[in-house]
């Protein structure tokens, strides 16, 4: 009797888990489906993999911004918000598009995504360029330098933004740095004692309190951004590390892309920093009369470029920034440029693209031929394969890795930022991307994006055909287990 308790039991303690926690959290189905195969067929180690990978993250606890005040971004956000509903706003939306209006209402009814007219902005694809124009801003900060990184080496370029910044420390500037705690794990502890030991404020965030231990593992800050005197902002696809200045035999050539922005668009950048910063650091920063113009100084009538800042992260639930590819996806009447690392779109962003290529819109998608995570690397083929045979390019970079995010429509709008075309980034990391309303700069991204595509190969059904039984063995596998990466 006892014989057949002990299975029952089991049993029913996986329904109840399955019925009381996955289902509850509403989790969409693939990844539902896919958690209950995980649990159904590991027990124990499948609940203890649901607990660290698996679980959402609290918003009372976890990112609750300890009563985050009000900054000013957000009461420009409201201002703007409610002039849109009582359509006060003048001349508030590019060219008078109205597909275009559709998508910055779309953006700017997601709390914080500030459509904004007055900017400059200069395009990087070089991590070598960029980052001695980022010296350059650092050596001339005159109050404060806020840099939020995923990877932060302690590497040669890692060594010298730390000169850098221990530079700017010395001439009394105020330095903070928002590194995640998985993503710069290799990060020298020695080193980054001395950055806080010279006056450097670091915070790591989700910290992990053991080393790969912690029940927020799968939640990453995947953001990049820089501010600088509240002036000049940075943000992209760049981590700090010698790979992304092509100094690794092992990716090569690295291909990415990032902006340096001046203008009123540095209110989405700041505001993004704070907010994230004062949701880990012991003591956060508070904006009050004596510091607000030091914190948020851009420069007003700077430029003319467009800009419009979308953030997505696990807490809000709400995929912004997919869901602002997949409006500018159904947008496209000509063309859709796209590089993306990591190819493992869900099934709405899989559908748009089909239903582009299929209703004649040239549709070319650039991703890696190196693998830097396998899993991701075979069912980013696996995706690639299904996408080809609907009439969508597939333009494998075979010059070293593609880490660019970037999407082209029409060559009119287009985005540069974090977030890559997958599952982790629209659901599970924080993210923050630009989006461009301006034709010239657009067209200038697709210039970059097309003068890659020598340096790459075309997918074909033939090649594709030619890959051997274990090769489909891990795509499959991969495929099965995408929703969880």
Same mark, same amino acid.
């Given at each position: 009797?006892?014989?057949?308790?002990?299975?029952?039991?089991?049993?029913?303690?996986?329904i109840?888990?399955?019925?009381?926690?996955?289902?509850?959290?509403?989790?969409?189905?693939?990844?539902?489906?896919?958690?209950?195969?995980?649990?159904?067929?590991?027990?124990?180690?499948?609940?203890?993999?649901?607990?660290?990978?698996?679980?959402?993250?609290?918003k009372?606890?976890?990112?609750?911004?300890?009563?985050?005040q009000?900054?000013?971004?957000?009461?420009?956000?409201?201002?703007?918000q409610?002039?849109?509903?009582?359509?006060?706003?003048?001349?508030?939306?590019?060219?008078?598009?109205?597909?275009?209006?559709?998508?910055?209402t779309?953006?700017?009814?997601?709390?914080?995504?500030?459509?904004?007219?007055?900017?400059?902005a200069l395009?990087?694809?070089?991590g070598?360029?960029?980052?001695?124009k980022?010296?350059?801003?650092i050596?001339?900060?005159?109050?404060?330098?806020?840099?939020?990184?995923?990877?932060?080496?302690?590497?040669?370029?890692g060594?010298?933004?730390?000169?850098?910044?221990?530079a700017a420390?010395?001439?009394?500037?105020?330095?903070r740095?928002?590194?995640?705690s998985?993503?710069?794990?290799?990060?020298?502890?020695?080193?980054?004692?001395?950055?806080?030991?010279?006056?450097?404020?670091?915070?790591?965030?989700?910290?992990?309190?053991? @080393?790969m231990?912690?029940?927020?593992?799968?939640?990453?800050?995947?953001?990049?951004i820089?501010?600088?005197d509240? #002036?000049?902002?940075?943000?992209?696809?760049?981590?700090?590390?010698?790979?992304?200045?092509?100094?690794s035999?092992?990716?090569?050539?690295?291909?990415?892309?990032a902006?340096?922005?001046?203008?009123?668009i540095?209110?989405?950048?700041?505001?993004?920093f704070?907010k994230?910063?004062?949701?880990?650091?012991?003591?956060?920063?508070?904006?009050n009369d004596?510091?607000?113009?030091?914190?948020?100084?851009?420069?007003?009538?700077i430029?003319?470029?467009?800009?419009?800042?979308?953030?997505?992260?696990?807490?809000? #639930?709400?995929?912004?920034?997919?869901?602002?590819y997949?409006?500018m996806?159904?947008?496209?009447?000509?063309?859709?440029?796209?590089?993306? @690392?990591?190819?493992?779109?869900d099934?709405?962003?899989c559908?748009?693209?089909v239903?582009?290529?299929?209703?004649?819109?040239d549709?070319?998608?650039?991703?890696?031929?190196?693998?830097?995570?396998?899993?991701?690397?075979?069912?980013?083929?696996?995706y690639a394969?299904e996408?080809?045979?609907?009439g969508?390019?597939i333009e494998?970079?075979?010059?070293?890795?593609?880490h660019?995010?970037?999407?082209?429509?029409?060559?009119?709008?287009s985005?540069?930022?974090?977030c890559?075309m997958?599952?982790?980034?629209?659901?599970?990391?924080?993210e923050?991307?630009?989006?461009?309303y301006?034709e010239?700069?657009?067209?200038?991204?697709?210039?970059?994006?097309?003068?890659?595509? @020598?340096?790459?190969?075309v997918?074909? @059904?033939?090649?594709y055909?030619?890959?051997?039984?274990?090769?489909?063995?891990?795509?499959i596998?991969?495929?099965?287990?995408?929703?969880?990466?």
């Amino acid at each position: 009797m006892i014989s057949y308790l002990v299975p029952i039991t089991l049993w029913t303690i996986k329904i109840l888990f399955i019925i009381f926690v996955v289902f509850r959290e509403k989790k969409n189905a693939a990844t539902l489906w896919t958690w209950i195969f995980v649990i159904t067929v590991f027990n124990f180690f499948g609940f203890i993999l649901y607990m660290f990978l698996g679980k959402k993250l609290s918003k009372d606890r976890i990112f609750s911004i300890k009563a985050q005040q009000r900054l000013l971004a957000m009461e420009k956000y409201e201002e703007q918000q409610a002039a849109i509903v009582g359509e006060t706003y003048p001349n508030l939306f590019f060219k008078g598009d109205r597909e275009v209006e559709q998508l910055i209402t779309q953006l700017n009814h997601n709390r914080g995504a500030l459509y904004t007219k007055h900017n400059e902005a200069l395009l990087y694809t070089n991590g070598q360029e960029m980052f001695d124009k980022m010296f350059e801003d650092i050596d001339n900060a005159k109050h404060h330098i806020h840099l939020e990184y995923y990877i932060f080496k302690t590497d040669k370029i890692g060594l010298a933004l730390l000169d850098h910044l221990h530079a700017a420390l010395k001439r009394g500037v105020k330095v903070r740095l928002l590194i995640d705690s998985l993503g710069a794990r290799d990060a020298n502890k020695k080193e980054m004692k001395k950055f806080v030991e010279a006056g450097g404020e670091l915070t790591w965030f989700f910290k992990l309190f053991l @080393p790969m231990i912690n029940p927020r593992l799968i939640y990453r800050l995947h953001r990049k951004i820089v501010v600088i005197d509240g #002036e000049i902002g940075y943000t992209g696809g760049f981590n700090v590390g010698d790979e992304y200045l092509g100094y690794s035999e092992r990716y090569k050539q690295w291909r990415d892309s990032a902006l340096r922005v001046r203008g009123e668009i540095i209110l989405s950048l700041q505001n993004r920093f704070l907010k994230d910063w004062n949701s880990q650091a012991d003591h956060a920063i508070k904006v009050n009369d004596s510091n607000v113009h030091e914190l948020f100084n851009p420069q007003e009538d700077i430029g003319q470029i467009e800009l419009q800042m979308v953030n997505s992260d696990p807490v809000i #639930e709400k995929q912004n920034i997919k869901f602002a590819y997949l409006k500018m996806i159904n947008m496209a009447k000509k063309e859709i440029l796209i590089q993306t @690392p990591y190819l493992i779109p869900d099934q709405t962003i899989c559908d748009a693209l089909v239903l582009a290529a299929q209703s004649g819109v040239d549709v070319t998608i650039q991703i890696p031929s190196i693998r830097d995570h396998i899993i991701v690397y075979w069912a980013t083929y696996s995706y690639a394969a299904e996408l080809m045979d609907a009439g969508v390019k597939i333009e494998i970079y075979d010059r070293g890795f593609m880490h660019s995010k970037a999407i082209v429509i029409d060559r009119e709008i287009s985005t540069i930022g974090s977030c890559n075309m997958d599952y982790r980034s629209f659901m599970l990391d924080f993210e923050g991307n630009l989006i461009i309303y301006n034709e010239e700069l657009s067209r200038e991204v697709a210039r970059s994006i097309l003068d890659e595509s @020598p340096n790459c190969h075309v997918l074909t @059904p033939e090649e594709y055909a030619a890959r051997s039984l274990i090769v489909k063995f891990k795509e499959i596998i991969a495929r099965l287990v995408a929703p969880m990466l």
